[in-house]
């Protein structure tokens, strides 16, 4: 017997999730510096908490003090049990041991970029901390200093941090960046201290981690929309120009074979970029599509009607034209409901999916963008 359209679906986008979620891959940080200087409330300010909650993550080999922690397409390095300015040999030694052998792995597998922390309250950076920052970049990797905990009030940081930062600078560390990067993770209302510098701080991880692995540095952080919002147009356009070259009958997700994988793929990878589970994304996409369904169909039935000759043409430039147009119509309305999703809305009190504020949220934002495409082709669609 063939399966519901609904299991269908959700097999369909379920497959095609896990699919875009390994050509995507991992983005993977190793995270060092003394105990207290903030590592966790800098990583979790960037790229949120949810590999916090993973728990201690897993040690890399047997008996190592390296664990990974990975969940998406975020997954960072450090240690346990061992002390930064104690125990630096028998660190870098495994993280030799480590590199050496995730080299030989898929680069979703490899450590890509490492952040050494210095708390700026501290006041000082031991000759200990230089040397491991020089053994780091021995073993081959980017290193990147952060001065953490840097108090700043109407823009202008601490004198004392800014003295740090004087201070190490002359040191001439073999940095991958050549800004010591001064953040606060976390804003203190009562303090009157405000969170800065991860903007940046991001920004020059960007240029430092191999191309290979921007599109799950994209997808891992949180506070950059502006990039998830290009990276999201990007796979539009990507989907867009196969829906236009299909040229098959353009209804969204329904008798349409050749653009329902199109289609797909595109709502697979927007959800992945603004880190929407697998769960979520096929529950919204299933409330989302069944508003787009009937659109679509409305939409082509109209310009069928409508357009002199398209009935004899939707095998060619009319079908080409409409199939370009929805695929980009549904794009965007989905990008608008991942985002809204990756913010925490569009849910009931108890957390669960508002399926009824999704769907009209996903029509209202289609019908909006096929205006813009095709605005002779609504008069059936807006009924």
């Given at each position: 017997m063939a399966p519901a359209p609904r299991d269908w679906f959700s097999k369909q986008f379920g497959d095609t999730f896990d699919e875009k979620a390994r050509e995507i891959g991992r983005f993977n940080l190793a995270i060092f510096g003394k105990t207290g200087v903030g590592k966790s409330t800098l990583v979790n300010a960037i790229f949120g908490e949810d590999v916090a909650e993973t728990g201690i993550g897993q040690p890399v080999t047997q008996g190592s003090h390296l664990y990974m922690h990975a969940d998406g397409h975020f997954g960072v390095l450090d240690t346990r049990g061992l002390e930064i300015g104690t125990d630096d040999e028998t660190i870098?030694?495994?993280?030799?041991?480590?590199?050496?052998?995730?080299?030989?792995?898929?680069?979703?597998?490899?450590?890509?970029?490492?952040?050494?922390?210095?708390?700026?309250?501290?006041?000082?950076?031991?000759?200990?901390?230089?040397?491991?920052?020089?053994?780091?970049?021995?073993?081959?990797?980017?290193v990147m200093l952060v001065l953490t905990q840097v108090p700043m009030r109407d823009g202008r940081h601490h004198p004392d941090a800014l003295a740090l930062r004087d201070v190490i600078a002359e040191r001439d560390l073999p940095l991958a960046a050549q800004s010591i990067f001064l953040t606060n993770a976390k804003s203190d209302d009562f303090a009157g201290l405000e969170a800065h510098g991860l903007q940046e701080l991001l920004d020059a991880t960007f240029l430092v981690a191999p191309a290979g692995v921007q599109e799950a540095l994209v997808a891992a952080q949180k506070i950059d929309l502006k990039r998830k919002r290009e990276l999201a147009d990007k796979a539009i356009r990507a989907a867009v120009g196969a829906a236009a070259a299909a040229g098959a009958t353009p209804i969204p997700f329904a008798d349409a074979a050749v653009l329902v994988p199109i289609q797909l793929t595109m709502m697979a990878t927007i959800s992945h970029i603004y880190g929407v589970g697998v769960d979520r994304a096929t529950a919204a996409a299933l409330a989302a599509t069944a508003a787009a369904t009937a659109g679509g169909r409305s939409l082509v039935t109209s310009l069928i009607k409508t357009v002199p000759g398209a009935g004899t043409l939707v095998g060619g430039g009319i079908a080409a034209v409409v199939a370009s147009s929805v695929t980009w119509a549904v794009g965007q309305a989905w990008t608008t409901v991942c985002s809204r999703l990756s913010q925490g809305k569009l849910t009931g009190v108890s957390g669960a999916l508002d399926s009824d504020a999704i769907r009209e949220l996903f029509l209202d934002e289609f019908r909006g963008n096929m205006r813009k495409k095709l605005p002779g082709g609504f008069k059936t669609l807006d009924k």
């Open positions: 870098l030694s495994e993280l030799e041991q480590y590199i050496r052998q995730m080299r030989r792995q898929p680069q979703a597998e490899q450590v890509h970029v490492a952040w050494y922390c210095v708390r700026a309250g501290d006041r000082r950076f031991e000759e200990t901390e230089e040397a491991f920052i020089r053994g780091l970049d021995r073993l081959g990797l980017p």
